[in-house]
């Protein structure tokens, strides 16, 4: 798919998610019978100029779907000037092995203006095993050269997952 239309259907796709009406099809990342302790694991949206962010977070854990910092940053900007306005979301893990889906992405203030401008999106499952007491963030990394994503531990700044790599905003 060549890069124009890529671009297009992933503004299509944020608009649609961003008009699905509610979180309701989204889970929690711990699940409802956990009873052990958890962490907290933030996303983060960087800005990178007032119509552009670069969007680091976590999508799904175990294979729930996690609500998005994504969707999120989009509800937020509904209705506004052409500036995009960030919202990172966190969530609660179980202190046990899990499956973590990934997502590093460039979100733009309306999908016209990502029409003309450089995109990264790269998605992928890492295995995560948090430990108590740590306090851990989505972090990444989007460059013409490659879109990569991982989580971290907040107190030392090293990467505690492998890292989801993907194609550079240079294509």
Request: neutral net charge.
């Amino acid at each position: 798919m060549n890069r124009p239309l890529a671009t297009a259907a992933m503004a299509l796709l944020l608009a649609g998610c961003a008009s699905a009406g509610s979180f309701s099809a989204f889970e929690p990342a711990t699940p409802a019978d956990y009873t052990g302790p958890t962490v907290n694991v933030a996303d983060q949206a960087v800005a990178a100029g007032p119509q552009r962010l670069h969007v680091f977070e976590m999508t799904q854990v175990d294979g729930r779907r996690l609500a998005s910092s994504s969707v999120a940053t989009t509800r937020a900007g509904q209705g506004g000037a052409m500036t995009v306005t960030a919202v990172a979301l966190s969530n609660e893990l179980a202190v046990r092995p899990a499956r973590v889906q990934l997502q590093a992405a460039t979100q733009y203030a309306s999908p016209l203006v990502a029409l003309s401008n450089p995109t990264c999106r790269t998605v992928g499952e890492v295995v995560f095993t948090p430990r108590e007491g740590v306090r851990y963030a989505v972090r990444g990394r989007i460059e013409a050269q490659a879109c990569e994503v991982w989580i971290e531990d907040l107190a030392t700044g090293q990467p505690v997952t492998d890292k989801v790599t993907g194609p550079g905003t240079q294509r």
